[in-house]
């Protein structure tokens, strides 16, 4: 049964070499000359201001992670509607229960306040 993985396995090794030699490649051959205005930050030509590193708001955060929720939840959710009459029944039943554990979530950022723009 592992033997069925072995090409997986192959290309994955494969890739991840390939890609450690094209970035050793332009470490060791690539141009070096830094200069001052190469190393200054570059924020859409405009002189940048502040900190790089400022405080964003939770809020932020919250939004990545219900962006999260909800994709996950559609992932699950289109493969399922494909071969939602092979799966029955049963079938049936478990989308309901994840949907219902989803849910879940998405009240608790409901209560929370997440989806409140100010």
Partial sequence: MLQ???PLIII???ALALGFLVVALGTIFGPRRPTKRKGAPYESGMVPYGQGKRRMSVRY???AVLFILFDVEIVFFLPWAVILRELGIPGLIEMILFL???MVGFIYA???GA???D
Avoid: G
Wanted: aromatic share 34%.
């Fill in 4 to 6: 069925d993985y072995y």
């Fill in 12 to 14: 994955f090794t494969l």
């Fill in 61 to 63: 955060y919250l939004i």
């Fill in 100 to 102: 219902l554990v989803l």
């Fill in 110 to 112: 409901w209560k929370k």
């Fill in 115 to 117: 989806l409140e723009w």
